[in-house]
């Protein structure tokens, strides 16, 4: 290959991921503005909560997604998607239990790549 056809090929293959970045920006962008517009469009806190969910589902490619809400000093799961079982969609967390628990408790952004792996044994 010489060098003119290795210039070709990078910025060849720069463009094609660019490209694809870009298109993905569009997509996360109408997605949002869809979420945004049914938020708008409904008055019913779970409606909203249930639109918030099923957005951040399909952005995140995520298997499941919910959102706790402070009652007291516990969190309370609302509008969970991708859930298999009811029990999931009641789950209620106490300071440190859990990962939500974690957060509610330090008060700081938590992120676990291997959930099964970091909670594994874990009972609560």
Same mark, same amino acid.
């Given at each position: 290959?010489?060098?003119?056809?290795?210039?070709?090929?990078? +910025?060849?293959?720069?463009?094609?991921?660019?490209?694809?970045?870009?298109?993905?920006?569009?997509?996360?962008?109408?997605?949002?503005?869809? !979420? /945004?517009?049914? @938020?708008?469009? $409904?008055?019913?806190?779970? #409606? $909203?909560?249930?639109? @918030? =969910?099923?957005?951040? *589902?399909?952005? +995140?490619? !995520?298997? @499941?997604?919910? @959102?706790? *809400?402070?009652?007291?000093?516990?969190? /309370?799961?609302?509008?969970?998607?991708? =859930?298999?079982? /009811? #029990?999931?969609?009641? *789950?209620?967390?106490?300071? %440190? #239990?859990? +990962?939500?628990?974690?957060?509610?408790?330090?008060?700081?952004? %938590?992120?676990?790549?291997?959930?099964?792996? $970091?909670?594994?044994? !874990?009972?609560?």
């Amino acid at each position: 290959m010489t060098g003119r056809d290795a210039v070709i090929k990078v +910025l060849t293959d720069h463009l094609v991921a660019v490209t694809g970045a870009a298109a993905s920006a569009v997509r996360e962008a109408a997605t949002l503005q869809a !979420a /945004v517009a049914e @938020i708008l469009r $409904v008055r019913d806190v779970d #409606q $909203v909560l249930l639109s @918030i =969910n099923e957005c951040t *589902l399909g952005l +995140l490619d !995520a298997d @499941i997604c919910g @959102i706790f *809400l402070r009652e007291d000093d516990e969190l /309370v799961m609302r509008g969970c998607v991708g =859930n298999h079982m /009811v #029990q999931t969609s009641r *789950l209620r967390m106490r300071r %440190g #239990q859990g +990962l939500a628990g974690l957060v509610f408790s330090t008060g700081r952004p %938590g992120r676990v790549d291997d959930f099964p792996a $970091v909670f594994r044994g !874990a009972t609560d």
